[in-house]
């Protein structure tokens, strides 16, 4: 049972480019997420998903695409990278919003 | 909208001292609610957390008990570890996750 995986653990952009951060689950939960992590701002929600085929938006979605074709997988699209999207990304999943949310490691981003 | 606030950081104790964390939230009806830990170079894990009023979350020696009348779920400790030098999160929950902004603990020696 691997819990949340996020891949890549590391990566480093330029401006304009875009990337697929990954998200994969095994615990068969309906509701995933993803946060950002920045110093002094605790985390943020980007977007979420409460069950496969159905998303919306979080605090911050700007700049950020989403979809969620399968129960397991939920992919975040960055379409143009920018300096200000440099943070550390977590995937998240729970059986339902209330209940305990479980946490991937994380991907460090740098967009130069 | 729902908001979670907790005490700034960083809190640096020493071993075997008294801890609390403040948090205090604003929210519609009656959230659940969370503490998370965040260990250097991981991801947040589930500390502990209450469903209702009154109700007492506990584990690995950590405490909060969800108060309504103050909209409080403060986290103490009786004698912390150098071990429990990590990032502490609250959070409550509705609809959607709500976190604090985080508090920093150093456990000294």
């Known amino acids: 049972n691997a819990g949340v995986t996020q891949t890549p653990k590391f990566q480093v952009l330029k401006t304009g480019q875009s990337m697929t951060l990954q998200c994969a689950q095994d615990?068969?939960?309906?509701?995933m997420s993803w946060y950002r992590q920045d110093p002094g701002m605790g985390l943020r929600l980007i977007h979420y998903?409460?069950?496969?085929?159905?998303?919306d938006q979080g605090e911050v979605p700007n700049g950020y695409n989403v979809s969620r074709s399968t129960t397991e997988d939920f992919p975040l699209r960055l379409l143009s990278a920018a300096p200000s999207q440099t943070s550390v990304y977590f995937c998240?999943?729970?059986?339902?919003?209330?209940?305990?949310?479980?946490f991937g490691p994380g991907t460090r981003l740098t967009v130069l | 909208g729902d908001s979670v606030t907790q005490m700034e950081g960083p809190v640096t104790l020493s071993e075997e001292a008294f801890l609390t964390i403040n948090c205090t939230y604003t929210?519609?009806?009656?959230?659940?609610l969370f503490w998370y830990v965040q260990y250097p170079g991981e991801g947040l894990q589930l500390l502990l957390k209450?469903?209702?009023?009154?109700d007492k979350g506990s584990n690995k020696g950590f405490e909060a008990t969800y108060r309504k009348e103050t909209t409080s779920f403060h986290l103490e400790k009786g004698s912390v570890q150098v071990s429990d030098s990590a990032v502490y999160f609250c959070?409550?929950?509705?609809?959607?996750?709500?976190f604090g902004k985080g508090t920093r603990l150093h456990i000294l020696p």
């Open positions: 615990m068969n939960h309906e509701y």
């Open positions: 998240a999943s729970g059986a339902v919003p209330q209940d305990t949310q479980y």
């Open positions: 929210a519609t009806g009656y959230p659940s």
């Open positions: 209450a469903t209702k009023a009154d």
């Open positions: 998903s409460v069950g496969a085929g159905i998303t």
């Open positions: 959070a409550s929950r509705n609809d959607k996750i709500i």
